[in-house]
C-alpha cells in the first residue's frame, strides 16, 4: 500500500496537476472494487457516470490526452434540474 506522504511525492515527481485520493478497498462501493492496479485513475462526469478509467501512471501524451478529455467533460453541462451546488434560500 502506497502513503499518502508517497502520493504526494510522486505527484510532485510526475506533475500531476489533477487530484489524487487513497481508498480502502473493503470501503469502496461494489462497482469500484474491481479495480486492482495502482495507480488507477477515473474520470467522473458531473453526472456520476465513469468516462474513463486508465490504469498506471499517466506519462506524456497519454496524460495530456487525459487532460483534453478532462477540461471536456468539466465544459459538459448537468442532465436535467440537477445543480452543481446547492442553492441559498433568501429571506
Do not use: C, H
Amino acid at each position: 500500500m502506497v502513503s499518502p506522504k508517497e502520493q504526494r511525492e510522486a505527484a510532485a515527481r510526475f506533475k500531476l496537476t489533477y487530484p489524487l485520493f487513497l481508498w480502502e478497498q473493503d470501503k469502496l462501493p461494489p462497482l469500484l472494487r474491481v479495480i486492482n492496479a495502482y495507480p488507477t485513475t477515473l474520470l467522473i462526469d458531473r453526472n456520476g457516470k465513469i468516462r474513463e478509467v486508465v490504469f498506471g501512471i499517466l506519462f506524456g501524451e497519454q496524460k495530456e490526452a487525459f487532460e483534453r478529455k478532462l477540461v471536456s467533460v468539466l465544459k459538459e453541462k448537468l442532465k436535467g434540474n440537477q445543480r452543481t451546488a446547492p442553492t441559498k434560500k433568501r429571506g
